[in-house]
Each structure stands twice: as structure tokens, then as C-alpha cells.
């Protein structure tokens, strides 16, 4: 299906970009085969698949990082072969990436002047970037360091930096999954507007919602084969989700917290931390209760404190004050990280390689990394056996799909790897658990799973407190939510009490002294010891 | 692959050596053999090997259980040198003789090791200061200690003004194994050393934690293991086992203290720790070949006329060919113009 109600700049056929039989295999999976794909002049083209649907192999060859292994691709009806992303630049190709590329020590034009070959002239270019700023409504201070930005303004530094080369085909990979709901819609305004400009956009994405709202023609991938090329605006969310996983989302089974088990389980009291990082966030008096048998969600957009925030509740940065972490009732603030899993405090991070993991050694060993109690470890000595059984438990009760406990970590997908060290913490069978977005960069079968592993967890009375960026994914588990901006945390409420739009505006650090209906105590909540 | 290229840095190594030996007017064929046959063609050669052998591979170990854990101790020479001096010092100058005086030694030896071994390991964990500079400074700060001890307190009245300790006592020396050799029983302290490092790395927690350490410090800080006391652990094995080095020496080939305590085991215990890819098992071959090295140097300079700088020269070649075997495991050199190179960047 093909709309035809698009104004378009050029020629309303013009073809821009198209890709025919593109293949590209690695030794142990074919991540593109034999795809197809046609982007016409104006529009907005959505590549919508999970991870590990090939979606980035696919941009990579575009962006000429990777060279396909068989098929052809022709820009604006002529044969190409891409080698180089300086070629694709010159071509009239740009790309923001999921992962910025900044340099956070500089500022906004001198990050911009290092992708132009050549010196610049810097003050030129910085007339040049607000100029730009003001026609797509892209506010940059091309002045500023990028350390002190925000997200958004690094992502646009990152828009505006492309869009100096003039490009005819703007690639987006993933760009919503660092943006508050306020600032999606600015941004999908920009989009719309380079796009009734002639520009073309390949917008990449596995957010269905975005996807029906932005773009006039939809790519869907599957394993990497294309599996439907429809107009979003006229399917449904199941249908697209069908094309793209190959049968329904499931649904996550979640009842109401039943009952509150140990009021209290996991107090925060007026917890201040000083980063340690100079681009890090401090964190500011946060006062925080998880009860037994409850999820909480603390939402909010990356770079916030979140990471901060978790350390300080694992272990991994100690507080000054012993009683502003407490457990049950036990101050542990001056407690490392083992000391507090001994007490029942399980943390699963959000890097699962190199953080959750150590990539090069293998499950069994990866298991001893916190399940190193008795019978586990006996007298100094590793017990192969034991470890070997709790691995093998590990793996059967999540269903990892891997090659065994000598397996490496590294050989696992995203997904499998997460279910992995979830299933290491949670039948370690904690009193509270901390979870960093449970299912970033997981398939949805997967993050379906884990999602219901952690409901299952609360049902059996363990506090767990889930840190996320997916609002989705909050709303669904979370029996409370609550924000954390500028390493603050807003008042806590109850999921009934609030919606996707109030978190959204509490994101940016919008929320009134007000709104908090806390508790005195929970306000002022400091264990004495 | 990992696996393969200390073989592969081997065979470059001879490569390169024979074809020095070419440029040099000897025959190749010749030096091969007085490189590798002739050394250790005699009962004496062998024992000799072995000798020089125990303390690279003593070493080796000590530090591999720190490198694991990406701690740097690159001063094992000087703590070899201290643990010569408190050894060495302690038979002179405190006990004289009696069955528990080579114990005693054995102990303060290892112990010397440890102290010199410490200061880096404090400085490093209190200040932040790098363990690669002060250890590698304080290798001087040792040298420079025995120096002063040989000529001048410890100078033997009757040694007709040679800068030497007076001889050790029979009691202060380690018992010959094999008659009419110089092989004697510090090799079994190495034995020992080998079992031990192999059984901390691979079967106690402690090892695991070390290991995890210097894979991914990311995950030993989440998983509460602390890097503090990994660089204690890894400095002072190292050290330990530096100074029962030193004591291997003092109480073995030389018999008494001389202003240098040793041909640099403390550095070629290095190459020797990666090339045996910081297996104590690995080590115990890697300590061998190189011991080699150490003998057809010598050999070279009898039989073939080549300069002393020869055992430094191969040592040399091996690291650097070692270092760029794992390198070219891992990567592909590319040529490319400069133009296409900046595009690639850009």
C-alpha cells in the first residue's frame, strides 16, 4: 500500500534511495537476507522490527559501515556502492545515532566542526547552527560544553550536525528512547517538516504507537527477512506487532498488590551522594519507601541520577550517612555490596556485559559472581558442583536459550543474557530487588517473560524497586511510580493516581512541593539505630 | 589462537635470531645448535637450566596472580634484591648457624619481598599513586641499599677489598639434589610455588575474585569484590615470592651477597609471566625456555664470539614479538592511503 496523499517536493514518484536483495551474513547468523527496501523523496519511512531483526546491519550498510554481501543499492536512481560513511555524507545520507558521538568535554559547534573535514570557522559555523536551530525549532546553544546538556539537546546538537551537510535522507535510529513524551512530539514536528522539505526519512524504531503517528510507509523486518510493507496509519497495533514478532505482544498477568508484606522493606531517608564523575549527577536529599510485596517504578529520562541512585542503593558507592539506606529496619549505608546481597538486597544493572557479566568467562562462572554464599563457595574453595546445579537451575527455570553453563556470556543474545542474571538474583531469593531497565534492548518475547518473572516476585512478597525509561513498561508492572530529574526524586503515588501524561511533565522536573502526599513519615523517614 | 601465539613469538624469535647470526658471518646451522643443543647437552647443562629456571618461574607466578588481577608490579627485581639482603643479612649477621637458620632465611626473605612489595601497594591504594612507576622506581632505591651494604658495613674484611659479603655457613645454604651439579633443593620451593599459584587461581574464590577483577572491574565493583584488597593480594604474592627468589640465590648458586643479587630475573619474569599467558602451568614451560635464552647467551659468547648483549637482545625480540603475536591474533593491519583513512574516521 502506498499513500498517495503526500505533497512532496520533487517529483512525486522520485524514488530516493533503493535497495534491492541486500544480503550481509556473519559466521553465526544472517542478519540481512535477500532485504528490500525503497525510500521515496518526502517521506517518512518507518524500519520497524526487534532487536536482532537486522535494523541496524541493514543502516550500517546504508550509512556505508558495512558492505553487504550480495544485492545492489541505487541513490536517486543510479548504482551505488557505499564504502565509506564520508561517501554516504557526500552522497547526501545522514545519520543520528541511538548512541551519541559527542565529545562531552567540548561545546556544541566544536563537536560540529569535528565532523566536517577541514578547519572551520567556528564562529561562521555557529551563526550557521543557530540559523538551523531557528528554522527547525531545534534550540542549541552552540556555545555551551555538551557535558551540561541535557538528552534532548545533545540529541539535537547530534540532528543539527547532520543536518549541515544538507542531507536528502536523514537516518533515526531509535531517537524517542532518550525523550520525555513532551519533547517526542517537538521532535516528531522537526521530522515532519524535513520531510515536507524533500527530505526522506528512515525512521527506525520498535515503538508501534510512534510509528502509526509519524510515518507514511512502514518496512517491517523479521529475522532478517522483510515480512510486510504496509501504510502504519491504517493497521493496528496488533496487526504491526504481528508482522513484527510473528504472533500477539503477550500480556503481562498482573493483578493489584495483594498484600503489603514488612512496611518499610527498603527505606530511603534524605539520601544526599556527590558524584564522583565530573559529568555525573549528585543526588539530592531523595526519600524513598518500598514495601514487601510491591513494585515501584522510579521513571525518568537517562542521565538523571538513575545510575547514581542505583549505585548508592547496591553498595557500589557507600552514603555517608549509614541510616539513609536501611533494610528491614538495619541501616546498610555504610555496607559494600556483598555485605547488603548477604542481608537480601539483589541488584540486577542495567550493562548486562562487563557490568551483570564478565563477557569472556562462562555461565557457571558468571553465577559465582553474587551467588557466592555456601553451598556455593565452602571454606575459601569454588564448589563446581553446586555451582554447576544453581546454573543449571538458572538456565531451566528462565528458559535461556544458550549452549550450557561452560558456554561464555558473551555468545548470548541481549535477551537471553538478561533472563540469565534475573534468574541468578531472583532465586537468590531476595528481600528487595533493584532492577535497571529490565528490558532494554530485549526482544519482546523475552521482555514479556521478565516482566512477569518480576510480578511473580513481588506476589511472593519481595519489595523490588524498577528503574526504567520504558513508561509502558512501568504503567504495566509498577503498583507505584515516582520520577527521578536532576537527581531529584518526585513524590511517589500510586499507578491508579497518576497517568503516562503527569509522569511525562514530571520528567522534565516540573513537580510542586504540592503534589507530595506522602506520608509525614515517609517524608521524614530516618531509622534510628 | 590465545594459546598459539607465545609458539608463534618462539618460532619468530629463532627466525630472528638465526638470521642476526647470518648477518653477523656465523654459520646459521652452527648457532641453532649452540643455542639450543648444546646448553643443555651435559647432566651439568641441565642442571644449570634448572637453576637459572627456578627463579623466573618463581617470579613468574607470584606476579601472574597480581597481573590477573591487572595489578602492575613491575618491581619484582628489587624486591628479589631485598629479599637477598634480609636472607643474606639475617645468616651474616644475626644467627650464624643451627638447622632452623635456612627456615629462617626462607621467611625473612619472603617477608623482605613483601615490605618493598607494600610501598606501592599503600601508596597505590591510599593515594592512587601507579604501581608501574613506584614499584619500577623503587627496583633503584633496592639496588642502591645492597650496593651500600656490600661496600661498605657488610664488606668482607678478608675478601682483599672485592665488593662480597663473606661466604654463607654450609647451615645457610640450601642441601645439593645432585651430586657434582649446582642444582639444589630451592627448585623444590619452586614446585611447591607452582601448585600453590595454580590452586589459588583456579579452585579458591579468592582467585576468582582476583580474575574477575581484571577482566571487568565494572563487574567486581557490582559484585562487591574489592579492588583494594585484590592489588594487596597481588602486590605481596608477587613480592613473596620475589624475595623466596632472592633467598634462592643468596642460599644457592652464590653463597654469599655481591653487589648485585641478579641478572635482571626480576624484568625477564615478566616476559616470562606472559608468555606463559599467566598460567603458573604456562609459566612453568615459559620459565624454561627462557632460562635457555639466559644459558645459549652465554654460550654464544664462548662458542660463537657474539657479544654479552645477546641474552637482553633475545629477551627483547621475544616480548616484542609476543606483543605482536596477541595483537595480530586479534587484528588486521589495513593499508590504506591517507585520504581514504580520514574518510574511515570522519
Known sequence: ?529 | MQYASPLIAVLLTAVFGLLLCVAAGRNPWAALYTFTISPVSTLYGVSELLIKAAPLILIAVGLAIGFQANVWNIGAEGQLTIGAIFSGGLALHVASDGVLLLPAMIIAGAVGGMVWAALPALLRTRFNANEILVSLMLNYVAQLWLSYLIYGPWRDPQGFNFPQSKPLVADALYPILVPGTRLNAGVLIVLVAVIVGWFVLKRTFVGFQLRVTGLAEPAARYAGFSTTRAIWIGMLAGGAAAGLAGVGEVAGPLGQLFPTASPGYGYAAIIVAFLGRLSPIGILFSGLFMSLLYLSGEAAQIELNLPSATTGLFQGALLFMLLAADLLVNYTIVVAPARRLQEKIS
Open chain 1, 1 to 529: 500500500m502506498m499513500p498517495s496523499d503526500i505533497k512532496l517536493a520533487t517529483s512525486p514518484s522520485a524514488v530516493r534511495l533503493a535497495l534491492r536483495g541486500i544480503t550481509k551474513s556473519y559466521p553465526s547468523v544472517v542478519a540481512n537476507d535477500g532485504i528490500d527496501l525503497t525510500v521515496e523523496a518526502g517521506r517518512i519511512h518507518a524500519v520497524l522490527g526487534e532487536n536482532g531483526a537486522g535494523k541496524s546491519t541493514l543502516m550500517k550498510i546504508i550509512f556505508g559501515v558495512v558492505q553487504p554481501d550480495v544485492g545492489t543499492i541505487h541513490w536517486e536512481g543510479a548504482p551505488v556502492e557505499i564504502s565509506t560513511p564520508g561517501q554516504a555524507k557526500r552522497l547526501g545520507i545522514g545519520m543520528v545515532f541511538q548512541h551519541f558521538s559527542l565529545f562531552e568535554t567540548l561545546t556544541a559547534v566544536e563537536n560540529v566542526a569535528l565532523g566536517i573535514p577541514g578547519r572551520s570557522d567556528l564562529a561562521a559555523l555557529s551563526s550557521q547552527i543557530v540559523a538551523l536551530s531557528d528554522r527547525y525549532g531545534l534550540p542549541v546553544d552552540p556555545g555551551r560544553a555538551v557535558h551540561s546538556m541535557s538528552v534532548g539537546e545533545r540529541q539535537r546538537v547530534e540532528i543539527i550536525r547532520a543536518l549541515l551537510q544538507n542531507p536528502r535522507l536523514l537516518i533515526m535510529d531509535e531517537p524517542t528512547s532518550v525523550l520525555a513524551p513532551q519533547a517526542v512530539q517537538k521532535l516528531f514536528g522537526t521530522l515532519r517538516q524535513l520531510a515536507a522539505e524533500g527530505c526522506s526519512i528512515l525512521y527506525i524504531s520498535h515503538k508501534l504507537d510512534e510509528i502509526r503517528e509519524l510515518c507514511d510507509v512502514a518496512t517491517i523486518l523479521r529475522g532478517g527477512k522483510v515480512t510486510g510493507i504496509c501504510d502504519p496509519r491504517q493497521e493496528t497495533a496488533s496487526n504491526l506487532a504481528r508482522m513484527m514478532i510473528g504472533r500477539e505482544i503477550p500480556a503481562c498477568r498482573h493483578a493489584p498488590a495483594s498484600t503489603i508484606d514488612d512496611p518499610g522493606r527498603l527505606t530511603i531517608a534524605n539520601l544526599s551522594v556527590k558524584s564522583d564523575d565530573p559529568f555525573g549527577v549528585d543526588l539530592h536529599d531523595i526519600s524513598l519507601i518500598v514495601h514487601g510485596g510491591e513494585i515501584v517504578g522510579l521513571a525518568g529520562i537517562s542521565g538523571n541520577g538513575q545510575r547514581e541512585l542505583m549505585a548508592a542503593l547496591s553498595g557500589e558507592t557507600l552514603a555517608d550517612e549509614p541510616s539513609s539506606i536501611s533494610l528491614s529496619r538495619v541501616p546498610i549505608g555504610s555496607l559494600g555490596p556483598r555485605q547488603r546481597r548477604r542481608l537480601g538486597l539483589c541488584f540486577v544493572p542495567e550493562e548486562r556485559l562487563g557490568r551483570g557479566a564478565v563477557p569472556s568467562l562462562s555461565l557457571d562462572e558468571n553465577s559465582l559472581l553474587t551467588a557466592n554464599g555456601t553451598p556455593m563457595v565452602q571454606a575459601g574453595m569454588m564448589q563446581p558442583a553446586k555451582i554447576r546445579t544453581f546454573t543449571e537451575r538458572c538456565i531451566a527455570t528462565f528458559n535461556v536459550m544458550c549452549g550450557g553453563p561452560d558456554a561464555a556470556a558473551k555468545s548470548l543474545s541481549g535477551g537471553n543474557l538478561q533472563k540469565l542474571i534475573m534468574a541468578r538474583e531472583v532465586l537468590q531469593q531476595p528481600k528487595v530487588l533493584l532492577v535497571s531497565q529490565p528490558t532494554w534492548g530485549v526482544d519482546v518475547g523475552a521482555a514479556a517473560f521478565i516482566r512477569q518473572s518480576l510480578v511473580d516476585l513481588r506476589n511472593a512478597g519481595t519489595a523490588i524497586l524498577v528503574v526504567s525509561e520504558e513508561l509502558d513498561e512501568l504503567f504495566e508492572i509498577c503498583d507505584r511510580i515516582a520520577v527521578i530529574a536532576k537527581g531529584r526524586v518526585s513524590p511517589i503515588r500510586p499507578v491508579s493516581a497518576t497517568d503516562i501524561k503527569d509522569i511525562g511533565l514530571a520528567m522534565t522536573g516540573l513537580w510542586s512541593p504540592a503534589d507530595d502526599t506522602r506520608t509525614p513519615a515517609e517524608k521524614g523517614a530516618r531509622i534510628a539505630n
